[in-house]
C-alpha cells in the first residue's frame, strides 16, 4: 500500500499535512494498493520543443524509479547538469522547481503512466516551455542486441554547415545497453551510453562544445536498420576552424547492423567506386575500386588507399586531389543493409563527404 490522501475536515494528497486542531475534528488517511512496483526501474528519455527544437530548450532525461514511487533523475539541459528527486502520487504525478545558481529557476511538472506507457512532462523557466518524453528501459534486447554502425547525413554543399556524413559504431548489449563512440563532420567526437527503451527505440542526445551546442533525436531499430530524425545544433564560437559562426542540421540517420563473416566482402559488390565532393574542393572527383573477398580496397589510382577494419566496420583512408596534388585524408563507416560506406574529409575551413559503394 501506498498513500494516497487526506479526507475530512482538511484535505490533502502530501503525505505530511499542517492544520489547526479543532473540536471533533476528522481527518482520514487513505491508502491504495501500489502501483509503482510493476513499473519501477530505469526511465530515459529526450526533452525538446516540439514546435521547433533548439539546443536551449533540449536535453537528456535519466530516472530511476523505485517500487515505492521516489525517484531520482539526472537532466542534461542546454548543456547543463541538474538533478531532481523526489516522489510520485499515488496517481503518478509530481510537481517541483530546481533552483539553479546564477539562472532562473525550472518548474517541472512529471506525469508517470501507471499503465507502464511512460513518462512525460512539462519542464518551464517561465519564459518558455520544454517537453520531456521517457520510457522505462528494457531488460532484454533479444534480436535487437549485436554491432552497428551509423551515419548522420550533413549538408548539400558545405558551406554553412559540414557537407560530410558524421559516423559512429556502437554495441547493443543483450540487456539493452547502448554504448556508442563516433566522431561528427566538424570533427567533435561523440559518446554515449544509454538504453533501448520501448519499441526499440534509442533516445539519442550528446552534449557538445562545452555546452554550447547538442546533437538528439530519437532513433529507432527495426530489422537490422536504425532510422530517425536527428538535430545538430552548434552556437557560435569565433576563432574555430570550421564553421565558428556555427550552424543546425536537422537532417535523418541511418544506420545498419555490422556482421563480419571471413571470406565474404563487407560490402555486397566487386566493382565500385570512390567519391570526394565538397570540403573546400574545386570539384567533386570519382575513382573506380574494386573490393575483394577480404574486403581490401584495390583500384587503378595507385594514390587510392582504403583500409576497412573488419571488426568494426570502420574506415579510413587517402586519396590525391587532382586539383591540386596533394592527399585527401577521409574516415568514415560502411552500412551493410544499404550497402554503402560514408563518411567525411575536412578542408581547410569545410567538411566534406566521401562516399564508397557499387
Known amino acids: 500500500q501506498v498513500f494516497s490522501n487526506w479526507v475530512g475536515d482538511a484535505t490533502a494528497t502530501t503525505a505530511a499535512l499542517t492544520f489547526v486542531m479543532q473540536s471533533n475534528m476528522v481527518l482520514q488517511a487513505n491508502f491504495v494498493p501500489n502501483p509503482f512496483t510493476p513499473i519501477a526501474g530505469i526511465y530515459q528519455g529526450l526533452i525538446a520543443d516540439t514546435n521547433g527544437p533548439t539546443h536551449q530548450s533540449s536535453g537528456f532525461f535519466n530516472a530511476t524509479l523505485a517500487s515505492g514511487g521516489s525517484f531520482s533523475a539526472k537532466i542534461v539541459l542546454a548543456g547543463q547538469n541538474l538533478s531532481l528527486s523526489g516522489q510520485f502520487s499515488a496517481g503518478g504525478y509530481f510537481s517541483n522547481n530546481i533552483v539553479r545558481k546564477g539562472f532562473l529557476p525550472i518548474s517541472v511538472q512529471l506525469n508517470?503512466?501507471?499503465?507502464?506507457g511512460g513518462l512525460t512532462g512539462?519542464?518551464?523557466d517561465g519564459t518558455g516551455a520544454t517537453e520531456l518524453s521517457a520510457f522505462r528501459a528494457t531488460t532484454s534486447a533479444g534480436a535487437t542486441a549485436g554491432k552497428y554502425t551509423l551515419l548522420i547525413p550533413g549538408g548539400d554543399d558545405g558551406v554553412t554547415k559540414p557537407g560530410g556524413e558524421s559516423y559512429g559504431t556502437l554495441a547493443v548489449s543483450s540487456t539493452g545497453g547502448i554504448a556508442l563512440k563516433g566522431v561528427l563532420a566538424d570533427g567533435s567526437k561523440v559518446a554515449q551510453k544509454a538504453n533501448l527503451v520501448a519499441n526499440g527505440q534509442w533516445p539519442f542526445y550528446v552534449s557538445l562544445y562545452s555546452g554550447h551546442g547538442s546533437i538528439f533525436g530519437w532513433l529507432t531499430f527495426s530489422n537490422g536498420v536504425i532510422n530517425g530524425l536527428v538535430?545538430?545544433?552548434?552556437?557560435?564560437?569565433?576563432?574555430?576552424?570550421l564553421y565558428p559562426a556555427g550552424f543546425t542540421n536537422a537532417t535523418e540517420a541511418a544506420g545498419s547492423v555490422y556482421l563480419f563473416t571471413k571470406g565474404v566482402p563487407v560490402l555486397n559488390f566487386s566493382t565500385g567506386?570512390?567519391?570526394?565532393?565538397?570540403?573546400?574542393?574545386?570539384?567533386?572527383?570519382?575513382?573506380?575500386?574494386?573490393?575483394?573477398?577480404?574486403s581490401k580496397v584495390?583500384?587503378?589510382?595507385?594514390?587510392?588507399?582504403?583500409?576497412?577494419?573488419?571488426?568494426?566496420g570502420s574506415f579510413n583512408g587517402s586519396v590525391v586531389n587532382p586539383a591540386t596534388g596533394k592527399p585527401v585524408l577521409f574516415n568514415g563507416v560502411v552500412l551493410q543493409q544499404q550497402n554503402i560506406g560514408g563518411g567525411f574529409f575536412t578542408g581547410t575551413n569545410q567538411a566534406g563527404r566521401v562516399f564508397l559503394g557499387p
Open 231 to 241: 538535430d545538430w545544433f552548434k552556437l557560435p564560437q569565433p576563432g574555430g576552424k
Open 273 to 294: 567506386q570512390l567519391w570526394l565532393a565538397n570540403g573546400n574542393l574545386a570539384g567533386s572527383f570519382t575513382n573506380g575500386i574494386t573490393l575483394d573477398s577480404a
Open 122 to 124: 512539462v519542464l518551464s
Open 298 to 312: 584495390t583500384s587503378t589510382n595507385a594514390t587510392v588507399k582504403v583500409t576497412i577494419s573488419t571488426a568494426t
Open 112 to 116: 508517470l503512466d501507471l499503465a507502464g
